[in-house]
């Protein structure tokens, strides 16, 4: 059927015929070969050190570590996601730690010490991210300082900044009931397969039309196969992290019941959903690959350069916002760490390590939670292991290295081959 | 010969500070024909192309479209009356695809989202209107491509905005003879479509092979505009270096560009 609609049209030039199966695998090895790595990398590093972990210390591999690693990534994963925009377009944000401190603190100042609801303090903390990014992307782009040097004196105000906000560094009490709520509560195990449900249906929906569509206008598609496999995958994926979170956690479940998801989870998912659909589907998506790909094209095409450049500190930084809010949800309270010591160096690790280049123009919204998950399953492996933070910092450092080499090393193979 | 011009300069100088680069310039460009505008560096090719296309204003001069007497602000109101530069180095983003390219900063959307089919097809189609056959797939990322097939999704791009005038900026000058030859042959198919093409360039063989009239600056002025069948490579290289051949070109100190050209279009 799709032959015959093509030879209705003038003779497409470009539709090749339908790939098939061995042709999609051989042309996805050929990728990895030419250098195009994509997640590869950073799934392979997370089997390999669940494996480690799990052969080392059997109790990584409980229900109870699992969630662990949900509540104690979330905050890194949630600003890795934003620095996956600013990364895009080539440029860094090494203010975004403590850009997520002192959302905390505003969010704690307004809370504990100035008496505000919830909600007004919440929607201060990310207006204040707003702001941050409006101030870094204003500063990067009319004044033209380099994005390192902006963000490396917003690293040393805003941690000045923070530090005013909680009184000279005491720790301030987070005791809202929705926001501990995120970081501690657990959604009900049928509620967690529901959302399961509607993920996995949405997903398979939006492939299979994409599928339909496109073999309707004789287009070039994956095979059925493939997209077969790949909502498989993803229902399998979260089929099973959905089960074992619905598992019991607490030692004994008569005193108090601990199970189901983090309600952390389903927020990380939202965000990934909509952030992804913004990259991948939207035109200002499109702009921002274009502007870390080839600034001068992009302002010839009549992209407004400035603009994109300004928005994915804004995105950057409002992440970051959010994510200084789970970490606030998350210790119940807000002091002068937050948002400091590793938090930056571990968001920026996540992104590179998922797979988002340093160069710009190339990564994507999942690699911020995969790279995330690879720094978060090292970080709570190592504390399992009672490593010192020495050889905890030593390891992460290597990790990062080690991403940021393939990174490099991919980029250099790809030129070699012609597939930058 | 083929009626009005599709766009026509006359008297256009422009100087930058105490620099005057283009002295009375006149030019005119027909549908359907490849002008080919030739010149030594710095003979001011780039400059009067850039007052065509918007990006630099000039001092004096009438700039006619269609036969109508248009002013041109920006880049934005050259682009609106279908002229397209496609520039030497191509301006192409490598990391993403080439229907991705060619659309960039027109993207077709249903709602918020973009619609990639109809992109694609409508890619597939201006290609195959030009019979472009040297690109396997649509969905390849520009960086894997030979400068051959980069000069032609760059024309291609320039192409499917309903261009009326597509001006290119050296197409062929870092490619080999095979690509040379495709490139060429998509410059005459524009042409052939009814487009109105300007081809710079500074191979001769080029521009026989393609064009229908050579315009030639030197220094500044237009010294002739003539139809390629009626000069000699030989003629055209005098008038690149001398601003002279013959009866052709006036490159004297006075700078009398606009007569000499207005001589030449009599010789037609």
Redesign the interface.
């Known amino acids: 059927m799709t032959t015959r609609t093509r030879t209705v049209?003038?003779?497409?030039?470009?539709?090749?015929g339908q790939p098939t199966l061995s042709g999609h695998v051989q042309g996805y090895l050929a990728r990895l070969r030419?250098g195009d790595m994509g997640a590869l990398p950073a799934i392979l590093g997370l089997v390999v050190l669940c494996v480690f972990f799990s052969v080392l210390r059997p109790n990584f591999l409980t229900a109870g570590n699992f969630a662990n690693l949900f509540t104690q990534g979330a905050a890194v994963v949630l600003i890795a996601m934003g620095l996956v925009f600013v990364l895009l377009v080539g440029e860094i944000d090494l203010s975004a730690g403590f850009a997520s401190g002192v959302c905390a603190a505003v969010l704690a100042n307004l809370l504990t010490i100035q008496g505000y609801p919830w909600y007004v303090a919440t929607l201060a903390a990310l207006g204040t991210g707003v702001l941050i990014g409006l101030a870094l992307g204003f500063l990067v782009t009319k004044v033209g300082i380099p994005s390192f040097v902006v963000t490396l004196a917003g690293f040393l105000a805003f941690q000045g900044v923070m530090l005013m906000l909680i009184k000279g560094g005491t720790s301030v009490p987070v005791q809202a009931e929705p926001i501990v709520a995120i970081e501690n509560n657990n959604l009900p195990p049928l509620v967690g397969w529901l959302l399961a449900a509607v993920v996995v249906t949405g997903y398979a929906a939006s492939q299979l039309l994409r599928y339909r569509?496109?073999s309707v206008?004789g287009?070039?598609t994956d095979p059925l196969s493939v997209v077969l496999v790949r909502i498989g995958t993803l229902a399998v994926g979260v089929g099973g992290t959905v089960h074992v979170l619905n598992l019991e956690r607490s030692l004994n479940s008569l005193i108090s019941s601990n199970r189901g998801m983090p309600v952390v989870v389903p927020l990380i998912a939202l965000l990934l959903v909509a952030l992804t659909f913004v990259l991948s589907?939207?035109?200002y998506g499109?702009?921002v690959?274009?502007v870390?790909?080839?600034r001068?094209?992009?302002r010839?095409?009549?992209?407004s350069v400035d603009r994109i450049r300004i928005s994915v500190f804004v995105v950057c930084s409002s992440m970051a916002a959010v994510g200084g809010v789970v970490a606030a949800s998350r210790f119940s309270s807000v002091d002068a760490n937050t948002g400091g010591s590793d938090v930056l160096l571990y968001a920026v690790g996540a992104a590179v390590i998922g797979g988002t280049s340093l160069f710009g123009?190339?990564g994507r919204v999942v690699d911020a939670v995969l790279g995330g998950a690879v720094v978060a399953v090292i970080d709570n492996g190592m504390g399992l292991m009672n490593a010192s933070s020495g050889v905890k910092y030593l390891f992460t450092g290597l990790v990062l290295l080690l991403a940021a080499g393939v990174d490099a090393l991919s980029r250099r193979r790809?030129v070699a081959t012609?597939?930058? | 010969m083929s009626g009005t011009p599709l766009l026509e300069l006359r008297g256009v100088d422009k100087s930058f500070g105490p620099v005057q680069v283009l002295h009375d310039v006149a030019f005119s460009v027909h549908p359907g024909e490849v002008t080919a505008l030739v010149g030594d560096n710095g003979a001011g090719k780039s400059t009067l192309v850039k007052c065509i296309s918007g990006i630099h204003g000039t001092d004096a001069g009438e700039y006619f479209f269609e036969g109508q007497p248009v002013t041109i602000n920006g880049p934005?109101d050259a682009a609106a009356l279908g002229i397209e530069v496609v520039?030497q180095?191509?301006?192409?983003?490598?990391?993403?695809d080439i229907v991705?390219?060619m659309f960039?900063?027109?993207?077709r959307?249903s709602g918020?989202?973009?619609d990639e089919?109809a992109m694609?097809?409508e890619?597939?189609?201006t290609?195959?209107?030009l019979s472009?056959?040297t690109?396997?797939?649509?969905?390849q990322?520009v960086?894997?491509l030979s400068g051959g097939q980069r000069q032609t999704v760059a024309i291609t791009k320039a192409v499917l905005w309903n261009s009326r005038l597509v001006i290119l900026d050296e197409p062929t000058a870092a490619l080999g003879l095979a690509q040379t030859a495709q490139v060429l042959e998509l410059v005459r198919r524009l042409a052939d479509n009814g487009l109105a093409v300007v081809l710079i360039s500074h191979n001769m063989n080029d521009v026989f092979a393609v064009s229908d009239r050579i315009a030639t600056l030197y220094l500044g002025q237009m010294v002739a505009q003539v139809r390629t069948t009626d000069v000699t490579h030989a003629q055209v290289v005098e008038l690149i270096t001398s601003g002279r051949s013959g009866r052709l070109g006036t490159a004297t100190e006075t700078g009398n560009g606009y007569l000499s050209t207005r001589v030449a279009g009599a010789a037609e």
């Open positions: 049209h003038t003779e497409p030039v470009a539709a090749v030419g569509n496109r206008r287009l070039v589907r939207t035109a499109r702009h690959y274009a870390g790909g080839n001068e094209a992009a010839r095409a009549g992209i123009g190339k790809a012609g597939n930058r | 934005r520039y180095d191509l301006a192409l983003c490598d990391n993403l991705q390219n960039l900063g027109r993207e959307r918020l989202v973009l089919p694609e097809e890619a597939a189609r290609l195959a209107s472009v056959k690109i396997s797939s649509l969905r990322h960086s894997s």
